[in-house]
């Protein structure tokens, strides 16, 4: 079974921190995703990685950044968190353009 | 503009009955289609999937059916199950669009009564 672990379930930041969400899958897959998920507007792609090192923005990047360092590993940055990023943070990770598998997900309050 | 369009917030279901969880897009280019489960506090998780060139797919309780000209695709859940109340999303992609992200609907609230 494909595992996509995602390095906290509930996160609770202060407003201008520096936060980070860790995100690691064991299938080896090229493809790994970062969105955000709220009440009545879906999931919503912030950042996706096809390969180490390599990055492109999704259709909500702003205020944020990633990291790709090694294949398993996916990190999302808030450079200085604010209260409209609290969310639910969901990380995927797939082998192709089609199916994608997802982490448990990282409930984050920032106050 | 959102492509991908689930106007029913929620549905309210009784158990043993079908459940009709509706979709439509609006980007043509869109040659693959997914519905996600997810329960609260969890991440989605994979339900059934169908390319553009079928009509319907089915495994088990679930079938999906896809009207291409319409624009429009439902998944049918058939008997309804209280363990079937979820949030479920319909979500899109097309294979010219590289290795980004599906595009997600908004999701349905899919409540079985008992």
């Known amino acids: 079974d494909v595992k996509v672990t995602q390095s906290s379930r509930y996160l609770v930041k202060r407003t201008g921190e520096k936060v980070f969400l860790e995100c690691v899958q064991d299938?080896?897959?090229?493809?790994m995703f970062w969105y955000r998920q709220d009440p009545g507007l879906g999931l919503r792609l912030i950042y996706f990685?096809?390969?180490?090192?390599?990055?492109e923005k999704g259709d909500i990047p702003e205020g944020y950044s990633v990291s790709r360092e090694k294949k398993e590993r996916f990190s999302l940055i808030l450079e200085s968190a604010s209260t409209n990023q609290t969310s639910m943070y969901l990380c995927?990770?797939?082998?192709?353009?089609?199916?994608?598998?997802f982490g448990p997900g990282t409930r984050l309050t920032v106050t | 503009d959102q492509q991908v369009k689930q106007n029913s917030p929620s549905l309210s279901v009784q158990e043993g009955r079908i459940s009709i969880l509706n979709c439509d897009y609006t980007?043509?280019?869109?040659?693959?289609f997914l519905w996600y489960k997810k329960y609260p506090a969890e991440g989605p998780t994979f339900l059934i999937s169908?390319?553009?060139?079928?009509d319907k797919n089915e495994d088990g309780r679930f079938t999906v059916f896809l009207n291409k000209s319409a624009k429009h695709l439902s998944l049918h859940i058939v008997p309804s199950q209280p363990g079937d109340s979820a949030v479920y999303f319909c979500?899109?992609?097309?294979?010219?669009?590289?290795?980004?992200?599906?595009?997600f609907g908004k999701g349905t609230h899919l409540i079985i009564q008992p």
């Open positions: 995927a990770s797939s082998p192709d353009y089609y199916e994608q598998y």
């Open positions: 299938m080896d897959h090229e493809n």
């Open positions: 990685s096809y390969d180490v090192k390599m990055k």
């Open positions: 980007n043509s280019m869109f040659d693959y």
């Open positions: 169908i390319s553009s060139i079928k």
């Open positions: 979500a899109a992609r097309y294979s010219g669009g590289g290795a980004d992200g599906l595009t």
